[in-house]
């Protein structure tokens, strides 16, 4: 199975086998104070220059949220999309928890890019979730991200987080939503306070793969919450998870995009080590 985001002029193209894509996660205000009371005060600049940050540090999709306390979501989120795609090509990924909000932000979309095709995040197996977002998924032909967790919360086991995957790709076949544009998010939490955790979202990884066949994503991130020298942690859990099928890591591009390349290498998926070299390239120039 393959997806196609399309950005303004970046087409990606999210498949086994094919390189792993890298979902920059840090136009998003939570944890980042100065970018919430910017984001409060209706000040997008910061939007602008953390999207050419992330792309230049290797970002495929720019993830897009600006949910924080004092910020008019409804308005401020569509704008914050428009700013994205007037400033950079790649394809937007669409984060909110807002039926209202993620309907304008997608109308914008459409109007600035009528043949583009952005990604959702997120539907869950909630069933208000269901209900909410899958109609608009539809309606605007974009992809969405599955989150594997459901009325009773987030499951402690693999076999019940497939059991969620399952009723989200049912749900959204209903809708005319082709598993072709479902990329599912297994859930990474804290090892830090649950020393099964990580292996739990890697099982959980490789039994959706292998039962269902769709495609997966991961906001990898939360596995370091707590830790010291968490970017190493981040990388780590990468690896491994692109191992087990990861198709998309939603991370911040300038510390992870380096361990995505190597674990991509490694697996056979650049050959004679391009990207990988290129990547180092830049960096060492950056550096000097």
Known sequence: ??????????????????????????????????????????????????????????????????????????ALLPRAVEMVMETVDVPVCIDTADGEVLAA????????????????NSVNGEESSLARVLPLV????????????????????????????KAIVERAKGHGISQDDILIDCLALAVGTDPKAGWTTLEAIRMVKEELGVNTALGASNVSFGLPDRETLNGAFVAMAILRGLNAAIVDAARVQHYVLAADLVLGRDEYAVRYIRAFRKRKKARA
């Open 1 to 74: 199975m393959e997806i196609t985001l399309k950005g303004t002029g970046r087409k990606v193209v999210i498949g086994d086998g094919r390189p792993t894509v890298v979902i920059g996660e840090r136009i998003n205000p939570t944890g980042k104070k100065r970018l919430a009371a910017a984001l409060a005060a209706g000040d997008l600049e910061v939007v602008r220059r953390e999207a050419l940050a992330q792309v230049e540090a290797g970002a495929d999709v720019l993830d897009v949220n600006v949910g924080a306390a004092g910020v008019n979501e409804a």
């Open 105 to 120: 932000a997608l109308a914008t979309h459409r109007e600035l890019n009528p043949d583009g095709k952005p990604l959702v």
């Open 138 to 165: 539809a309606e605007y032909g974009a992809a969405v991200i599955g989150l594997c967790m459901d009325d009773d919360g987030v499951p402690e086991t693999p076999e019940r987080r497939l059991e969620v995957a």
